[in-house]
């Protein structure tokens, strides 16, 4: 590899991080948009640790400029936060119900 190609390559990565980063960014205020309610932090309000004296930052708090400002980990521990509470409100796993079907065509296949 030559100089050239290097300085190509290492563009093409940039410009990945770079669209990555704006679809985790985009990711985010979707889901807040979407579920406004879904607790994304905690906050103390006090200056003693209790349990009660902390306050759950909602997802509606987010808004364009904000994100624009976080760091893209922290962008991942919002969305990750969200999925949570979004599969905490639907608590059926279709997923599961998929595997399952797929296991016992295997073992109809494999019994003709």
């Known amino acids: 590899m030559y100089a050239q ?3 190509r390559e290492y563009q093409d990565l940039v410009n990945k991080m770079y669209k990555l980063d704006i679809q985790i ?3 985010l ?3 807040a948009e979407e579920y406004p309610n879904a607790p994304i932090a ?3 309000y006090t200056t003693r640790n209790s349990p009660d004296d902390f306050i759950d930052i909602k997802a509606s ?3 364009h400029s904000y994100v624009d400002g976080l760091n893209y980990e922290l962008c991942i521990l919002y969305i990750q936060a969200i999925e949570k509470y979004v599969a905490a409100q639907h608590p059926h796993q279709q ?6 079907t797929r296991e016992d065509s295997v073992l109809r296949n494999n019994r003709l």
Do not use: G, I, P
Not at 95 to 100: T, Y
């Open 25 to 27: 960014r985009e990711r």
């Open 29 to 31: 205020l979707v889901l």
């Open 95 to 100: 997923l599961d119900l998929f595997k399952k």
């Open 42 to 44: 905690k906050q103390a």
């Open 5 to 7: 190609d290097y300085r």
């Open 61 to 63: 708090s987010l808004n």
